[in-house]
């Protein structure tokens, strides 16, 4: 330990000649490479007691108390070789990244006990903590009030799985960023100490004492029935969302949405799809619905997998989005993401079919990434009483590195977790993140779209609500590589919010970007730009595409064409056993130029159903037999009919 008296910083770029800079900047002053400033959280007594201006193991600058900056952000922090017990539930937890702090790393501090330091912590870009909930409590709205508290109950399982459901019970230990509530860290629940629903109301008390007028009742009741007698989580699970969603109705709504596909500077094949892209005719999924697929396999390959992921996809939403249209009462969440859950199994099926029908084996089968949206519009009755079209819900789909980003004047989030090697090592809990990136093949995939049966699909659906303005950003890996979104977001997403710039403008604009910082990949990007304002409400009377658009219905609508193309791919391992042999990571080969038609598709589609199909019919009958009546006749004929 030492006083710092330097305060210097320096530069990822490992050929930068003169790396260090004041800690002040944010770009290197000698090769203009943008500046990490990761901030971590120090744990423990000890940690608490070094004093700010004091550098710790000759790299970490202590800002504030626990608040300490990594100063050479371009080296691999020290690790145990033996991972403590306390480090396995933030490893076990990682798909909970949005709420959640990742181990960063160990300090070793002369002769006392090692310091374990957290990454991903609510720690703002100037270094300090972000509010409390019970700072920022009173000023938030009816809304965000009943979603803090639906973050924290969608919590209290996983971490009571972990045995450390404590730490929500501890008002400091939670923060808000805008609409998202982050933990500082995790405390262990004592073993003789049982927690249960009881001691989560308890906690909430002081909180339900001062919401917003038109919520504060419907809440009370239901920290009364945690507090006064046993109450399962699904009871209270079903009424606080019923509240959420009359809450998050009463707000006005309204989306536009542009996308772009572009092949890059060095690729002669263009394997991703987007929906919708520059060229889509007008469509009423398109504000509600936005996908990108990264086709893997190379030549008449990947492009043909992300086609059928997309078309079958349209398909499959289009039936779900008029299904719930004719619901009376609003359909659950839980039922929502199985629903969603089976259509991305069926175009698994699809795509692993025709790889099986074409005799495909190992490195010849092809397969997708994907990261799809879908906001939801569900009539509701609002706390004020009158029925609105839309809840406000955003569902979220992704497999493999496809990446999707929530994005506001003030924050950037990654919403989604890339399916690569790096994090397989933190799920099985054999190693922490930033030891797992050294592996040679740590952003390898591990799982994708179509290269085996849907059972060995770990899906992840994740469902959001739209309470503020702000940008859904949809892209694939030509984009999100080395950082670029969290390094450039400010400069184009603040423009667009302000209406200074259309989202049409955006989108080429971070293609453009792309191809200036990455340019080794294709690159897509789907940008929806969500809006709460009446002054952009506009009704849907245009016959010609509107760009704003609000509450469409949803009719049935033509498919744009596609042509049949031959596939050459590689192999993907997805065994996902407790204790799994290590999966043969996908690695993408080099693009080349897109072909495909609808009447490809419909081979494929008819080609595949004994497989794919039959799939869907076995996770849903009910809804399956409503969508094939809305089918094409030549895949209706290959529908199974109900005995």
């Given at each position: ?128 903590l972000y509010l409390t909930i019970t700072d920022a409590w009173e000023q938030a ?238 009539r509701i009755a609002t706390i004020s009483g009158w029925t609105s079209d839309n ?40 190693s922490l993140y930033r030891q797992a990136l050294q592996r040679g093949d740590a ?201």
């Amino acid at each position: 330990m030492m006083i710092s008296t330097q305060r210097i910083i320096y530069c990822i770029n490992p050929t930068c000649n003169r790396p260090a800079n004041s800690i002040e900047e944010r770009i290197c002053t000698n090769c203009q490479t943008p500046l990490i400033h990761r901030y971590l959280w120090a744990t423990g007594t000890l940690a608490a007691n070094i004093l700010p201006e004091t550098q710790v193991a000759e790299r970490y600058e202590v800002i504030q108390q626990q608040i300490w900056l990594d100063t050479q952000p371009g080296l691999p922090p020290e690790t145990l070789q033996d991972l403590p017990k306390a480090v396995i539930p933030y490893l076990k937890l990682y798909q909970q990244q949005l709420h959640l702090p990742q181990v960063y790393g160990v300090a070793f501090f002369e002769d006392e006990d090692d310091i374990l330091l957290l990454e991903n912590v609510p720690i703002d870009a100037t270094g300090n903590l972000y509010l409390t909930i019970t700072d920022a409590w009173e000023q938030a709205t009816a809304v965000r009030q009943v979603y803090w508290l639906w973050q924290i109950l969608q919590l209290w399982q996983p971490l009571a799985e972990q045995g450390v459901e404590q730490s929500l019970l501890i008002p400091d230990n939670l923060r808000v960023q805008g609409w998202c509530v982050r933990l500082l860290e995790l405390h262990p629940t004592q073993v003789d100490e049982k927690l249960s629903l009881r001691d989560l109301g308890k906690s909430w008390q002081p909180w339900i004492a001062l919401a917003q007028p038109q919520i504060a009742q419907s809440l009370q009741k239901i920290v009364e029935q945690m507090c006064d007698r046993p109450v399962d989580l699904e009871t209270i699970t079903t009424q606080l969302n019923t509240l959420l969603l009359s809450a998050a109705a009463e707000l006005p709504l309204s989306l536009q949405v542009a996308g772009a596909t572009d092949i890059g500077t060095e690729l002669t094949q263009n394997e991703d799809t987007c929906y919708p892209s520059t060229d889509e005719p007008y469509n009423p999924l398109m504000p509600r619905l936005s996908m990108v697929c990264d086709g893997i396999g190379g030549h008449q390959g990947g492009e043909v997998a992300s086609q059928m992921a997309v078309q079958s996809l349209k398909l499959q939403i289009r039936a779900l989005l008029a299904e719930v249209a004719e619901q009376t009462e609003p359909v659950a969440p839980k039922l929502l993401q199985e629903q969603l859950e089976a259509s991305l199994r069926v175009v698994n099926n699809l795509i692993s079919s025709r790889n099986d029908e074409q005799k495909r084996q190992g490195r010849e089968r092809m397969a997708t990434t994907l990261v799809m949206a879908l906001q939801l519009p569900q009539r509701i009755a609002t706390i004020s009483g009158w029925t609105s079209d839309n809840a406000h819900e955003l569902y979220l789909a992704n497999i493999g590195d496809s990446r999707a980003y929530w994005i506001t004047r003030n924050y950037c989030q990654l919403l989604t977790v890339d399916d690569d090697v790096a994090w397989r090592e933190v799920r099985y809990g054999r190693s922490l993140y930033r030891q797992a990136l050294q592996r040679g093949d740590a952003t390898a995939l591990t799982q994708a779209l179509g290269t085996k049966d849907a059972e060995s699909l770990r899906l992840s659906i994740q469902r959001f609500i739209i309470d503020e303005e702000g940008l859904l950003l949809l892209c694939s890996d030509g984009l999100s590589d080395n950082d670029w979104v969290e390094n450039s977001w400010q400069d184009f997403a603040i423009p667009v919010l302000a209406g200074e710039v259309s989202i049409a403008e955006t989108v080429q604009n971070l293609i453009n970007l792309a191809n200036q910082k990455n340019g080794h990949d294709n690159t897509s990007v789907v940008l929806t730009l969500c809006r709460l304002s009446k002054e952009y409400l506009v009704p849907v009377t245009l016959l010609s595409p509107p760009e704003e658009i609000v509450e469409p219905e949803t009719p049935e609508v033509e498919e744009p064409a596609l042509t049949e193309s031959a596939q050459a791919l590689l192999d993907l391992d997805l065994t996902e056993e407790p204790t799994p042999p290590i999966p043969t990571p996908i690695k993408k080969s080099h693009r080349r130029k897109p072909l495909v038609n609808v009447g490809g598709l419909l081979a494929v589609l008819v080609g595949a159903t004994t497989l794919g199909l039959f799939a869907w019919w076995l996770l849903n009958p009910q809804t399956f037999q409503q969508m094939c009546g809305k089918l094409p006749q030549p895949i209706q004929s290959a529908c199974p009919q109900r005995q």
